[in-house]
């Protein structure tokens, strides 16, 4: 179990979380919603030991703060919203970061195996700076797969912890992505995503979190917490969920393309 209690991050001297309490459970996705500047990303750094905070953060009843570098790479994999390498690597040599630095270093194949799951086979020997972005955010996937790649181990779930993973895709790219996240909980792993699509949130997430202004609104389930009431407050617009729009006006959910 993931559990964070009094959560709060202080940049310069604005408060951006403010004793903000979260848990997430193994073999569940755990999604965080909310607007631009809510604190979500926020949340993710502070849980990852990324930001400093206040607060107490445990993982399956260690404080993360007793926890060694080398602990926590074994235990979890990190995905930020953006990477950026400034020297030319190939695409193998990224995801080889993650192999290297997780529990699975001597087990090579796992590098490859990694990059079939987020439909880069094959990609290996291409220089990761020629690649799309939406290619390179899934290079970075299979970095963080790599490094966590059983979902459980010794019967200690591993984590994956995930920022906007499907920001730069298309809808095609962003259903594989999410039946990976899908996959890896189903598995017993643990897994704590950013999320702006509130589609694809309901679609594949067991636990929603809705943040706003640096606290959390509601947690729960999607039928509990995405409510036309909860989003609009969190929001600060008038959300309608459920609602078909008005005839003749063309839309897409992503279930319907799951299907296909």
Known sequence: MLRASGIGVRIGRKQILGGLDFEAAPG????????????????????????????????????????TARDLAARRGVLPQ?????????????????????????????????????????????????LSGGEQQRVQLARVLAQVWEPVQDGRPRWLFLDEPVSALDIAH??????????????????????HDLNLTAMFADRVAVL??????????????????????????????????????PFLLPHTAATV
């Open 212 to 249: 706003a202004q640096g606290r959390c609104l509601a947690a729960g389930t999607p039928a509990e917490v995405m409510t036309d009431a909860t989003l609009g407050r969190a929001y600060g617009c008038a959300l309608h969920v459920g609602r078909t729009p008005p005839p003749g006006t």
């Open 174 to 195: 962003q259903l594989q992505v999410m039946r990976i996240a899908r996959d890896y909980a189903d598995a017993g792993g643990g897994v704590v995503t950013v999320m």
């Open 28 to 67: 569940a996705v755990t999604a965080i919603v909310g607007p631009n500047g809510s604190g979500k990303s926020t949340l993710l750094k502070a849980i990852t030991g990324d930001l400093p905070h206040s607060g107490r953060i445990s993982l399956d009843g260690t404080d993360l703060a007793t926890m």
């Open 82 to 130: 953006g990477s950026t390498l400034a020297f030319p690597f190939t695409v193998a040599e990224v995801v080889a970061i993650g192999l290297h630095h997780g529990a699975f270093g001597a087990e090579a194949a796992i590098a490859s195996r990694a990059l079939d799951r987020v439909g880069l086979g094959g990609f290996g020997g291409r220089f990761y700076q020629e």
